[in-house]
Structure formats: structure tokens, C-alpha cells
């Protein structure tokens, strides 16, 4: 089956439910290498998409993601705000209709460069990209292989996870934990968690 309309607002109240579950964790991993406002800003953010997908009658996979980029832009302040936002606008973009495995692929691709076209961040600088880019790669990978989208979703968390782990012995290069220089090393990422988050419930809400 093709990701279709339901199935991406379903991702996005996941998502939202989430991330409030997570709050704290978040907001703990921010605090040890940031500001300690990760979980709240994520909170913040998805509490409003909320609100804007209650009034919504979306017609495509897209126009539930665009508008959840629009409003995480305009309701984020930190980084995570623009760069989550940038990404689900360019996946909603990149969905104009049902997506099959290999189109949802090139999708959430399209997501991972608008972050990196707006963070500048490559792989190994400590960020969600470093969570990002293996979701994306066993994602394709696995929908290449003619898998169904559960098992491409799945792979994609399993990835994003690993990612997230990585994190913890990198020196930040990016963003406010790169301050902190050497002292951000032992920490995991609180943005690549958020990532894992993110394809983690695509996942669970693609299994039925
Ligand atoms: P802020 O750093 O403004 O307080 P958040 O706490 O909401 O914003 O988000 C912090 C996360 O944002 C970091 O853990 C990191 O993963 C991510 N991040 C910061 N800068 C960048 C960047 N340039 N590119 C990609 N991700 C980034
Ligand atoms: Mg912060």
C-alpha cells in the first residue's frame, strides 16, 4: 500500500504524542550539551501543528507535511524550528500524491537536504544529520530491494537509532553544543534522538 493522506497525518500526531512522551529526555540531553530547551521547543512546535492539522482538510500526503513545516518554522525558535521545518516542507513538496517505498524515499532525501542546505552540518558534526543520513539510506536501500514501506520505515528507525548512539563519542561541530568544544563528547545528540524519534513513529505507524 501507498503512503497516502491518512497515513502522513497519522505520522504527524505520532510524532506529536511522541515527543511530548520524550520531553524530558530531550530537554535532559539538551541541557547537558546546550539549553536545555529541545524538548520543549519540539513540544512547543508539534502542540501547534496539532491545532493547524484539526482545522485542515488535506488533500495529498503533502499538504499535511507542508503545512507541518510552515508551522514548526514559525512556531520554533531554536534551530530545530527552521531546520525541521525546512525538511517536512520539502518532503510535503516532494509529495504531491500517494507515495509508493521508492517515492517516499526520495521524499524524506529531499528532506535531508534542505537541513543540510540550511545547517550546513555534515555527517559526524554531531547533529540530526547524523541520524538522518542512515535513515535515509537504509530507507532507499530497503525499498530498492521491492520491500513494503513497514519494512523500509522499519529499517529506516533501526538506522536512525544507531545514528543517534553514534553521537555520543563526536566532538560538536555545529550548532550550540559546538561551544562547548571537547566537553560536548560523551553526550548523545539531543537533535539526532529527535530525529530517531521522528522515523521511529513513521514506523510504527506504517506496521499495521
Ligand atoms: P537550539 O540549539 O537553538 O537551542 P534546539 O535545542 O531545539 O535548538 O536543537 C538543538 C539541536 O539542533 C542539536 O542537538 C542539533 O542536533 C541540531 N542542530 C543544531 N545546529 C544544527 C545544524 N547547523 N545542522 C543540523 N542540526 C543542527
Ligand atoms: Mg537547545
Redesign the pocket.
Known sequence: MDFDTPQAEAWIRAIAAAVEKDQSRLTE??SA???G??GS??NRGFAAVLTTLDGLRPDSPGAVLTKTGTTLISK??????P?YGKAFRAIGAALPGPADPAALAEALSAGLDA??L????DPG?????DAWTPAVAAFRATAATGAPLPEAATAAAEAAEQGARATTPLQAR????SYLGERSIGHQ????TS?ALIFRTLATTLTP
Open positions: 540531553l539538551d550539551i546546550g539549553d530547551d529541545h521547543n519540539l520554533v525558535g531554536g534551530a530545530s524550528g531546520l537541513i543540510r540550511l545547517g550546513k552540518a558534526d554531531k547533529t540530526i544529520v555545529k550548532g550550540r553544543a545528540d539531543p537533535g539526532a530525529t
